[in-house]
Protein backbone atom coordinates (compact mmCIF):
# COMPACT_ATOMS: atom_id res chain seq x y z
CA UNK A 1 0.00 0.00 0.00
CA UNK A 2 1.49 3.26 -0.91
CA UNK A 3 1.67 6.18 1.56
CA UNK A 4 -0.36 9.27 0.30
CA UNK A 5 2.39 12.60 0.19
CA UNK A 6 1.06 15.43 2.35
CA UNK A 7 2.13 18.81 2.24
CA UNK A 8 3.91 18.85 5.70
CA UNK A 9 5.86 15.69 5.41
CA UNK A 10 7.15 16.60 1.67
CA UNK A 11 7.95 20.14 3.19
CA UNK A 12 10.22 18.22 6.46
CA UNK A 13 11.64 16.26 3.47
CA UNK A 14 13.03 19.09 1.95
CA UNK A 15 14.13 20.74 4.42
CA UNK A 16 16.08 17.83 6.16
CA UNK A 17 17.40 17.63 2.61
CA UNK A 18 18.49 21.37 2.77
CA UNK A 19 20.23 21.41 5.62
CA UNK A 20 22.06 17.68 4.61
CA UNK A 21 23.32 19.54 1.44
CA UNK A 22 24.05 22.68 3.78
CA UNK A 23 26.59 20.22 5.64
CA UNK A 24 28.16 18.95 2.91
CA UNK A 25 29.67 22.22 1.88
CA UNK A 26 26.12 24.01 -0.46
CA UNK A 27 25.30 27.42 -0.03
CA UNK A 28 22.33 29.34 -1.14
CA UNK A 29 22.63 30.09 -4.22
CA UNK A 30 22.84 34.12 -4.14
CA UNK A 31 26.24 33.98 -2.37
CA UNK A 32 28.19 32.24 -5.37
CA UNK A 33 31.29 34.05 -7.25
CA UNK A 34 29.99 36.56 -9.73
CA UNK A 35 33.36 36.77 -11.34
CA UNK A 36 33.04 33.75 -14.09
CA UNK A 37 34.64 31.66 -12.24
CA UNK A 38 33.35 28.03 -12.30
CA UNK A 39 31.43 26.13 -9.35
CA UNK A 40 29.20 23.43 -8.97
CA UNK A 41 25.35 24.08 -8.70
CA UNK A 42 21.97 21.99 -7.72
CA UNK A 43 19.08 22.64 -8.94
CA UNK A 44 15.31 21.97 -7.55
CA UNK A 45 14.08 19.13 -9.66
CA UNK A 46 17.22 17.54 -10.35
CA UNK A 47 19.71 14.81 -9.05
CA UNK A 48 22.82 15.89 -10.27
CA UNK A 49 25.56 18.36 -9.25
CA UNK A 50 26.59 20.36 -12.64
CA UNK A 51 29.58 22.90 -13.17
CA UNK A 52 27.80 26.36 -13.84
CA UNK A 53 28.64 29.61 -13.43
CA UNK A 54 27.36 33.83 -13.23
CA UNK A 55 27.58 35.75 -16.15
CA UNK A 56 26.75 39.48 -15.65
CA UNK A 57 26.59 42.48 -13.00
CA UNK A 58 24.56 40.81 -10.42
CA UNK A 59 21.37 40.50 -9.77
CA UNK A 60 20.84 40.96 -13.65
CA UNK A 61 22.89 38.48 -14.70
CA UNK A 62 22.19 34.75 -15.15
CA UNK A 63 23.85 31.33 -14.62
CA UNK A 64 24.81 29.35 -17.46
CA UNK A 65 25.48 25.50 -16.54
CA UNK A 66 28.44 23.88 -18.29
CA UNK A 67 28.12 20.29 -20.12
CA UNK A 68 30.63 17.83 -20.62
CA UNK A 69 30.37 18.51 -24.31
CA UNK A 70 31.32 21.81 -24.26
CA UNK A 71 27.76 23.11 -24.47
CA UNK A 72 26.66 25.64 -22.26
CA UNK A 73 22.27 26.02 -21.15
CA UNK A 74 20.55 28.85 -18.93
CA UNK A 75 19.86 27.53 -15.27
CA UNK A 76 18.20 28.36 -12.69
CA UNK A 77 20.09 26.72 -9.36
CA UNK A 78 19.46 27.14 -6.16
CA UNK A 79 22.53 25.79 -4.55
CA UNK A 80 25.95 25.80 -5.01
CA UNK A 81 29.75 25.13 -3.50
CA UNK A 82 33.24 25.35 -5.10
CA UNK A 83 34.35 22.61 -7.11
CA UNK A 84 35.66 19.09 -5.98
CA UNK A 85 36.95 16.22 -7.08
CA UNK A 86 34.43 14.04 -7.71
CA UNK A 87 32.97 11.18 -4.73
CA UNK A 88 33.50 7.50 -4.74
Known amino acids: MSKTPNQFA ?3 KLQEAY ?9 DIIY ?5 SIF ?10 HDCYYEGTWP ?3 W ?3 CSDGD ?6 I ?10
Open 72 to 77: EGSSYP
Open 79 to 88: LWRMKREPER
Open 10 to 12: ALE
Open 19 to 27: CDLKRLGFQ
Open 40 to 49: EVIEAGSTGV
Open 32 to 36: CPKDG
Open 60 to 62: DGH
Open 64 to 66: NVV
